[in-house]
């Protein structure tokens, strides 16, 4: 059993910073890429950054210069650090991860797993 665990959402004025953590934890092998999306109200759920097992990171244009997306191998933990944030970053955001699980015959499978989402909300 995998749980992917966010925290670090909150309200926030114009122009400030919050910084979002996702956890993993169970029988985990190893993690590929991580990603973080987001969902504001009345919105589809749209693909804000990923960071890849390498290190190698993307963001959407919206929150580029803004926003980092990082990883600690370590403690299967990805990070978002959003900066400057303004009121349509507003959104509830989810992590993703596809993370590797081995069997007991110790084949390797890769299951993507989202954590439950934490609300962000930018307002004055």
């Known amino acids: 059993q995998v749980q992917l665990v966010e925290s670090g959402g909150g309200l926030v004025q114009p122009g400030g910073s919050l910084r979002l953590s996702c956890a993993a934890s169970g029988s985990i092998f190893g993690i590929n890429d991580m990603r973080w999306y987001r969902q504001a109200p009345g919105k589809g759920r749209e693909l804000v950054a990923v960071i890849t097992r390498r290190s190698s990171t993307n963001y959407i244009d919206s929150v580029k210069g803004r926003f980092t997306i990082s990883r600690d191998d370590a403690k299967n933990t990805v990070y978002l650090q959003m900066n400057s944030l303004k009121p349509e970053d507003t959104a509830v955001y989810y992590c993703?991860?596809?993370?590797?699980?081995?069997?007991?015959?110790?084949?390797?499978?890769?299951?993507?797993?989202w954590g439950q989402g934490t609300q962000v909300t930018v307002s004055s």
């Open positions: 993703n991860a596809d993370v590797l699980l081995r069997d007991p015959d110790a084949t390797v499978r890769t299951v993507q797993y």
